[in-house]
Protein backbone atom coordinates (compact mmCIF):
# COMPACT_ATOMS: atom_id res chain seq x y z
CA UNK A 1 0.00 0.00 0.00
CA UNK A 2 1.12 3.15 -0.77
CA UNK A 3 -1.06 5.44 1.44
CA UNK A 4 -0.52 6.78 5.25
CA UNK A 5 -0.78 3.73 7.48
CA UNK A 6 -1.58 3.85 11.20
CA UNK A 7 -1.33 1.21 14.01
CA UNK A 8 -3.09 0.27 16.12
CA UNK A 9 -6.89 0.94 14.30
CA UNK A 10 -8.22 0.82 17.74
CA UNK A 11 -6.97 1.02 21.40
CA UNK A 12 -8.70 0.24 24.63
CA UNK A 13 -6.83 1.43 27.55
CA UNK A 14 -7.26 1.98 31.38
CA UNK A 15 -7.09 5.85 32.76
CA UNK A 16 -3.54 6.60 34.00
CA UNK A 17 -1.66 3.91 31.27
CA UNK A 18 0.26 5.51 28.41
CA UNK A 19 0.03 4.91 25.00
CA UNK A 20 1.69 4.83 22.07
CA UNK A 21 0.11 5.32 18.29
CA UNK A 22 2.23 5.29 15.71
CA UNK A 23 2.26 6.80 11.74
CA UNK A 24 4.04 5.37 8.79
CA UNK A 25 3.82 8.30 6.54
CA UNK A 26 3.58 8.02 2.33
CA UNK A 27 7.34 7.11 1.32
CA UNK A 28 9.19 10.82 0.16
CA UNK A 29 6.77 13.10 2.28
CA UNK A 30 8.63 15.15 4.46
CA UNK A 31 5.83 17.00 6.19
CA UNK A 32 3.91 15.10 9.15
CA UNK A 33 0.61 15.85 10.42
CA UNK A 34 -1.05 14.67 14.12
CA UNK A 35 -4.48 15.60 14.58
CA UNK A 36 -7.33 14.45 16.94
CA UNK A 37 -10.93 13.57 15.82
CA UNK A 38 -12.98 13.94 18.96
CA UNK A 39 -16.71 11.89 17.90
CA UNK A 40 -18.41 14.18 15.76
CA UNK A 41 -16.57 16.80 15.88
CA UNK A 42 -13.56 18.59 13.43
CA UNK A 43 -10.28 17.80 13.20
CA UNK A 44 -8.02 19.66 16.20
CA UNK A 45 -4.16 20.00 15.02
CA UNK A 46 -1.47 18.52 17.71
CA UNK A 47 1.86 18.68 15.85
CA UNK A 48 3.63 18.98 12.43
CA UNK A 49 7.08 17.32 11.52
CA UNK A 50 9.37 19.14 9.13
CA UNK A 51 11.50 15.91 8.55
CA UNK A 52 12.43 15.04 12.11
CA UNK A 53 12.56 18.40 13.61
CA UNK A 54 8.97 19.54 14.88
CA UNK A 55 8.76 23.66 14.48
CA UNK A 56 5.08 23.31 15.50
CA UNK A 57 4.18 21.76 18.77
CA UNK A 58 1.64 24.27 19.59
CA UNK A 59 -1.30 21.90 19.09
CA UNK A 60 0.06 19.83 21.79
CA UNK A 61 -3.00 19.85 24.59
CA UNK A 62 -0.90 19.21 27.67
CA UNK A 63 2.95 17.65 28.88
CA UNK A 64 1.02 14.31 28.68
CA UNK A 65 1.46 14.74 24.93
CA UNK A 66 4.39 13.93 22.93
CA UNK A 67 5.33 13.28 19.54
CA UNK A 68 8.44 12.11 18.10
CA UNK A 69 9.84 11.16 14.12
CA UNK A 70 12.64 9.46 13.14
CA UNK A 71 14.23 8.91 9.87
CA UNK A 72 12.19 11.05 7.80
CA UNK A 73 9.69 7.95 8.02
CA UNK A 74 7.73 6.87 10.96
CA UNK A 75 5.91 8.87 13.79
CA UNK A 76 4.89 8.00 17.24
CA UNK A 77 2.35 9.69 19.35
CA UNK A 78 2.43 9.22 23.00
CA UNK A 79 0.46 10.10 25.30
CA UNK A 80 1.37 9.64 29.16
CA UNK A 81 -1.03 9.01 31.91
CA UNK A 82 -4.03 8.89 29.42
CA UNK A 83 -7.29 10.42 30.88
CA UNK A 84 -10.98 9.65 29.72
CA UNK A 85 -11.31 13.44 27.69
CA UNK A 86 -8.13 11.77 25.69
CA UNK A 87 -10.54 9.35 23.58
CA UNK A 88 -10.67 10.08 20.27
CA UNK A 89 -9.62 9.09 17.10
CA UNK A 90 -5.87 10.41 16.13
CA UNK A 91 -5.45 11.03 12.14
CA UNK A 92 -1.83 11.55 10.60
CA UNK A 93 -1.55 12.86 7.96
CA UNK A 94 1.38 13.43 5.40
CA UNK A 95 2.60 15.62 2.64
CA UNK A 96 5.15 16.96 0.40
CA UNK A 97 7.03 19.68 2.10
CA UNK A 98 5.10 23.46 0.93
CA UNK A 99 2.79 21.18 -1.04
CA UNK A 100 -0.57 20.96 1.42
CA UNK A 101 -2.61 19.75 -1.73
CA UNK A 102 -0.70 16.77 -1.28
CA UNK A 103 -1.75 15.85 2.26
CA UNK A 104 -2.62 12.38 2.80
CA UNK A 105 -4.29 10.54 5.93
CA UNK A 106 -3.88 7.48 7.37
CA UNK A 107 -7.47 5.76 8.74
CA UNK A 108 -6.77 7.20 11.95
CA UNK A 109 -6.36 4.75 15.68
CA UNK A 110 -9.70 4.97 17.72
CA UNK A 111 -8.58 5.51 21.28
CA UNK A 112 -10.91 4.84 24.01
CA UNK A 113 -9.92 5.19 27.57
CA UNK A 114 -12.06 3.58 30.61
CA UNK B 1 -8.02 34.64 14.63
CA UNK B 2 -7.57 30.76 14.21
CA UNK B 3 -10.45 29.51 13.96
CA UNK B 4 -12.78 28.85 10.47
CA UNK B 5 -16.80 28.82 11.26
CA UNK B 6 -18.50 26.17 8.99
CA UNK B 7 -22.55 26.16 8.45
CA UNK B 8 -24.72 24.40 8.03
CA UNK B 9 -23.81 21.30 10.82
CA UNK B 10 -26.26 18.94 8.60
CA UNK B 11 -27.59 19.01 5.37
CA UNK B 12 -30.41 16.36 3.75
CA UNK B 13 -30.69 17.56 0.01
CA UNK B 14 -32.68 15.09 -2.42
CA UNK B 15 -30.13 13.35 -5.03
CA UNK B 16 -29.71 15.51 -8.12
CA UNK B 17 -30.10 18.85 -6.10
CA UNK B 18 -27.40 21.18 -4.89
CA UNK B 19 -25.46 20.88 -2.20
CA UNK B 20 -23.95 24.25 -0.38
CA UNK B 21 -21.97 24.01 2.37
CA UNK B 22 -20.14 27.57 3.46
CA UNK B 23 -17.35 28.76 5.51
CA UNK B 24 -15.50 31.75 6.71
CA UNK B 25 -12.64 32.84 8.41
CA UNK B 26 -10.41 35.52 9.94
CA UNK B 27 -6.61 35.29 9.66
CA UNK B 28 -5.79 37.08 6.10
CA UNK B 29 -2.92 35.19 6.38
CA UNK B 30 -4.13 32.34 4.93
CA UNK B 31 -3.32 31.66 1.66
CA UNK B 32 -4.77 27.75 1.08
CA UNK B 33 -8.29 26.30 1.61
CA UNK B 34 -9.74 22.77 0.62
CA UNK B 35 -11.97 21.04 1.17
CA UNK B 36 -11.77 17.50 2.21
CA UNK B 37 -14.70 14.35 2.95
CA UNK B 38 -15.00 11.80 5.39
CA UNK B 39 -16.63 8.74 5.35
CA UNK B 40 -17.23 6.99 8.60
CA UNK B 41 -14.36 4.89 9.75
CA UNK B 42 -11.82 6.93 7.13
CA UNK B 43 -9.46 9.54 7.34
CA UNK B 44 -10.21 12.56 5.62
CA UNK B 45 -9.90 12.63 1.60
CA UNK B 46 -8.97 15.83 -0.31
CA UNK B 47 -11.82 16.97 -2.65
CA UNK B 48 -10.77 19.99 -3.74
CA UNK B 49 -8.82 23.34 -2.96
CA UNK B 50 -8.40 26.83 -3.41
CA UNK B 51 -5.87 29.74 -3.27
CA UNK B 52 -6.70 33.33 -3.13
CA UNK B 53 -5.90 34.30 -6.29
CA UNK B 54 -8.61 33.06 -8.09
CA UNK B 55 -12.57 33.50 -7.03
CA UNK B 56 -14.03 29.60 -7.95
CA UNK B 57 -12.52 26.62 -9.18
CA UNK B 58 -14.49 23.83 -10.28
CA UNK B 59 -13.69 20.18 -10.71
CA UNK B 60 -16.41 17.81 -12.30
CA UNK B 61 -19.43 18.73 -9.99
CA UNK B 62 -17.38 20.14 -7.31
CA UNK B 63 -17.35 23.83 -7.06
CA UNK B 64 -15.18 26.24 -4.63
CA UNK B 65 -16.10 29.72 -4.81
CA UNK B 66 -14.00 32.31 -3.11
CA UNK B 67 -14.87 35.72 -1.71
CA UNK B 68 -11.70 37.25 -0.39
CA UNK B 69 -13.42 40.59 0.84
CA UNK B 70 -15.56 38.57 2.79
CA UNK B 71 -13.20 35.85 3.79
CA UNK B 72 -15.66 33.48 3.11
CA UNK B 73 -15.47 30.26 0.67
CA UNK B 74 -18.27 27.67 -0.38
CA UNK B 75 -18.32 24.16 -1.41
CA UNK B 76 -21.17 23.68 -4.09
CA UNK B 77 -21.87 20.15 -5.15
CA UNK B 78 -24.03 19.97 -8.71
CA UNK B 79 -26.18 16.84 -9.01
CA UNK B 80 -25.54 15.53 -6.15
CA UNK B 81 -25.65 11.51 -5.67
CA UNK B 82 -26.56 9.65 -2.65
CA UNK B 83 -22.62 8.31 -3.01
CA UNK B 84 -21.87 12.46 -1.66
CA UNK B 85 -23.24 11.47 1.75
CA UNK B 86 -20.33 11.92 4.10
CA UNK B 87 -18.74 15.02 6.10
CA UNK B 88 -17.19 17.47 4.53
CA UNK B 89 -14.48 19.50 6.39
CA UNK B 90 -13.82 23.06 5.34
CA UNK B 91 -10.20 23.81 6.00
CA UNK B 92 -7.49 27.05 5.92
CA UNK B 93 -3.62 26.99 6.12
CA UNK B 94 -1.06 29.27 5.96
CA UNK B 95 2.87 28.76 5.37
CA UNK B 96 3.00 28.40 1.36
CA UNK B 97 6.63 27.33 2.00
CA UNK B 98 6.22 24.55 4.74
CA UNK B 99 2.84 23.40 4.47
CA UNK B 100 2.04 24.54 8.22
CA UNK B 101 -0.89 23.78 10.23
CA UNK B 102 -4.27 23.61 8.69
CA UNK B 103 -7.67 24.76 10.57
CA UNK B 104 -10.43 22.82 10.18
CA UNK B 105 -13.91 23.86 10.32
CA UNK B 106 -16.23 21.80 12.26
CA UNK B 107 -17.72 19.77 9.69
CA UNK B 108 -20.89 19.61 7.69
CA UNK B 109 -22.76 16.07 7.33
CA UNK B 110 -24.26 15.85 4.27
CA UNK B 111 -26.98 13.08 3.67
CA UNK B 112 -28.22 12.62 -0.32
CA UNK B 113 -31.27 10.98 -0.30
CA UNK B 114 -32.06 8.65 -3.37
Known amino acids: GAGVSQSPSNKVTEKGKDVELRCDPI?????LYWYRQRLGQGLEFLIY????????KSGLPSDRFSAERTGESVSTLTIQRTQQEDSAVYLC????????????FGPGTRLTVL | QQQVKQSPQSLIVQKGGISIINCAYE??????FPWYQQFPGKGPALLIA?????SEKKEGRFTISFNKSAKQFSLHIMDSQPGDSATYFC?????????????FGPGTRLSVLP
Open chain 1, 93 to 104: ASSFSGRPDTQY
Open chain 1, 27 to 31: SGHTA
Open chain 1, 49 to 56: FQGNSAPD
Open chain 2, 27 to 32: NTAFDY
Open chain 2, 50 to 54: IRPDV
Open chain 2, 91 to 103: AASKGHLYGQNFV
